[in-house]
């Protein structure tokens, strides 16, 4: 068991494809915050201060939370990590979605979804990090995974 109590056991598929899914959503777009960083100022709340650093350092900590999905005694940690900083980005999306004139190449609609996506998104973590209640089946296994071969 681990420091949060939650034990350490081979992922199932279902699982690891959560962990692939969360690597690649945040090393892409941890890489996005260095090579588009204007394009992600523009959408920073225009009442923080160090606008660019603050893509910087949320890029910064997008790329450790996907190193850290890598590593499994890391998973959990990077899984808070990556659940803190999903809700702390989360104005930059709802400012998009209330100046979507200034995202003219993005449809409204699109910019909306992303808000309840984040929910998603933060299951997706919750899930691939190891963070959730595992439930244990009849078979021994657990999240979903199955000692039967297809």
């Not at 598929?13 to 090393?27: D, E, H, K, S, T």
């Not at 090579?35 to 160090?50: C, E, M, N, Q």
């Not at 893509?55 to 997008?62: C, D, L, R, S």
């Amino acid at each position: 068991m681990s420091a949060f109590g939650i034990g350490r056991e081979t992922p199932g598929r279902w699982r690891l494809a959560a962990i692939a899914f969360v690597i690649l959503w945040f090393g892409l777009g941890g890489i996005a915050h260095f090579v588009f960083t204007d394009a992600l100022v523009a959408i920073v709340p225009s009442g923080l201060p160090w606008r660019r650093e603050a893509v910087w350092i949320t890029g910064a900590f997008e790329l450790l939370g996907a190193v850290g999905l890598l590593l499994p005694r890391k998973r959990p940690l990077a899984g808070i990590g990556l659940i803190l900083l999903t809700i702390c980005v989360t104005p930059a999306n709802v400012t998009m979605w209330l100046h979507a004139e200034r995202y003219a190449a993005i449809p409204e609609w699109l910019l909306l979804a992303r808000l309840p996506f984040q929910l998603v998104l933060l299951a997706f973590i919750t899930f691939a990090a190891g963070l959730a209640p595992s439930r244990h089946r009849a078979d021994g296994n657990q999240d979903g995974s199955s000692s039967r071969m297809p």
